[in-house]
């Protein structure tokens, strides 16, 4: 076993250092041509969940602007373990470039640092790179691309869900000072999402900031029509949570699985930014226990009930006609049932019945489509400069 990790380990540094070399050369070889485009997209590498290695927060950006003619380059940052798409180009290079300048450059504020940051590599590696908009996800390094061009037009993708307190959005009751000074757009899913920001802001901003433009996750049809036995269990252990809130996922996670009836097989998928928090070697001996495929889009096809204890993957599900278990946690994250009013609570054994497995199907259906709306391709394409 260790000799195998070992491998894995010098594996996954062999592939970070090739990506860091194409970075650097991509780089080097652009510094004195000139290169316009619409729009920069830029994404943590982690978020490539899909067939291929996909960003499928970002296909139907991309498939806009292919239909309508408008040139695009794709950036990725580097995350450790996670893939890298072909499309788009590693930025290792001056993503370590600006983590090298965040720790000697002598500026407290992290917004101004970032921005003269930005503007200094604009002027220098990246003199060649000209955009009229930027669009990340997760709020990634958007004070450094407003320093490469304080005029470009920066939105931000909703990636997971809204609620009232969510610090990327609000801290303290006022808006967030990486959107608010920054000048951010948001791309948002759905009404009932944009309904939670503009009812928690006073200041109005999101008024002027905040647009619906759908998403690339609505399902059309329900793909099972009963219980066939395989739960997708998404998982929630990162280091965003304290040592001791994993310990008690990881308690109850485990009270769950075993607590259940036999026959009834449990794939596990974890976090995309799951970097072993904790240890799940002892949950993979159970023998109906199984790794899910790294395709999200797979597992929903494979399990036909979902459990979490809160992973936005509910919604995913729910669109697809996929029930969601709610597994109960001492832990303050119950998110759908105080923030969203899931309908459903229910246990595994109820979905057995055909009927009652339809009905539910449906209910939480109907459920999902006020948060999720289909891709607005003409409003997206009216928000770009």
């Not at 009229?132 to 709020?139: E, G």
């Not at 899913?189 to 690339?216: P, Q």
């Not at 599900?317 to 996929?322: D, E, K, S, T």
């Not at 979905?351 to 449906?362: M, P, R, T």
């Amino acid at each position: 076993m260790l000799i195998y990790q070992d491998f894995i380990f010098s594996l996954k540094k062999e592939l970070r250092m090739n990506k860091f070399l194409k970075s650097l050369l991509f780089f080097i070889t652009h510094i004195f041509s000139r290169r316009e485009y619409d729009v920069v997209f830029y994404y943590p590498s982690h978020f490539n969940r899909g067939n291929e290695n996909k960003n499928l927060f970002f296909s139907p950006y991309y498939k806009a602007c292919d239909s309508n003619n408008l040139k695009y380059i794709i950036f990725e940052e580097p995350c450790f373990g996670a893939s890298i798409n072909k499309d788009s180009i590693p930025i290792d290079f001056i993503f370590y470039i600006i983590q090298i300048l965040r720790k000697i450059i002598p500026i407290s504020n992290g917004i101004k640092r970032d921005n003269f940051i930005g503007a200094f590599i604009g002027r220098t590696i990246l003199r060649f790179l000209r955009f009229k908009n930027v669009i990340v996800i997760s709020k990634s390094m958007l004070s450094f691309f407003k320093g490469i061009n304080p005029n470009a037009r920066i939105f931000d993708v909703q990636h997971g869900i809204i609620y009232e307190n969510k610090s990327d959005y609000f801290i303290d009751n006022t808006v967030s000072e990486h959107l608010e000074k920054n000048d951010i757009f948001l791309l948002l899913f759905g009404n009932r999402f944009l309904d939670i920001l503009k009812k928690k802001d006073l200041t109005k901003y999101f008024e002027m900031h905040a647009f619906v433009i759908g998403g690339n996750i609505v399902g059309t049809t329900n793909l099972h029509q009963k219980f066939n036995n395989n739960i997708l269990i998404s998982l929630q252990f990162t280091h965003d949570h304290t040592a001791s809130e994993n310990a008690i996922l990881l308690e109850e996670l485990n009270d769950f699985i075993t607590s259940s009836r036999k026959g009834i097989n449990f794939y596990l998928k974890n976090h995309p930014r799951f970097n072993n928090e904790v240890n799940l070697s002892e949950i993979f001996k159970l023998p109906n226990v199984i790794v899910a495929p790294s395709d999200i889009n797979e597992c929903f096809s494979l399990c036909s009930l979902h459990a979490t204890a809160y992973s936005t993957s509910t919604f995913e599900a729910a669109l697809l006609g996929i029930p969601t278990i709610l597994i109960p946690s001492e832990n303050e994250f119950n998110f759908f049932q105080k923030e969203f009013n899931y309908p459903l609570n229910n246990s595994i054994d109820e979905f057995s019945a055909i009927s009652f497995y339809q009905e539910k199907s449906n209910i939480i259906k109907g459920w999902a489509t006020a948060y999720y709306t289909p891709f607005n391709e003409s409003k997206f394409l009216n928000l770009l400069r």
